[in-house]
């Protein structure tokens, strides 16, 4: 998942503590042929959306609930998910509009029990559309050196690597920065 330097102080937070009342959702096991549609994702699935950045991204590089409140509510910020025929969420992405009109995918996350099942190439391909309506031409993001399954991904959607980004990730581990023009 991509971590926003400039912003990390702001957003990042290691100590959140599960909102009262908060029910564990137990995972659907999804069905093979199992239906999802892509949605627009916004505010009011706050709740749902950071407790499902949790169980994607248990490595230590989940946001914080503040970090999603942010990004759901900038004016920037172009983002959508992706949810079983019962509305359940299973995937999103999130990206922003730079001052300089690069799109910037910052999160894609898909429930664990939802993966291979084209889902974050659906939501790639959406946030693409949606970057494009708001005239970006130039998306980058930012992976992890050894998440090789989501590289792969971004390189068959036409992504190309062009940086390696030494100690990126909180945890220390390098990053690579990919790029795709969408002209």
Not at 78 to 102: C, K, N, Q, W
Request: proline share 4%; charged share 25%; with cysteine.
């Amino acid at each position: 998942m991509a971590v926003l330097k400039k912003f990390r102080t702001r957003w990042w937070s290691q100590t959140d503590e599960p909102y009262e009342g908060e029910k564990k959702e137990k995972p659907i096991t999804p069905a093979w042929g199992m239906r999802y549609d892509v949605r627009p994702l916004t505010i009011s699935q706050l709740d749902e959306c950071w407790r499902l950045d949790q169980r994607c991204f248990i490595d230590g590089e989940a946001y914080s609930r503040e970090t999603f409140d942010y990004l759901l509510t900038a004016p920037e910020a172009v983002s959508y998910r992706a949810v079983t025929s019962g509305g359940v969420m299973v995937g999103f992405v999130i990206g922003l509009i730079e001052p300089d009109h690069t799109g910037h995918v910052t999160t894609v996350g898909v429930a664990p029990e939802h993966r291979r099942r084209s889902l974050a190439k659906r939501l790639m391909n959406q946030v693409e559309e949606g970057f494009a309506k708001r005239n970006v031409r130039l998306v980058r993001l930012e992976v992890r050196v050894l998440n090789i399954a989501a590289q792969k991904l971004y390189e068959g959607l036409g992504y190309s690597i062009t940086q390696r980004l030494p100690k990126y990730y909180s945890n220390g581990g390098d990053g690579l920065l990919m790029l795709k023009s969408l002209e």
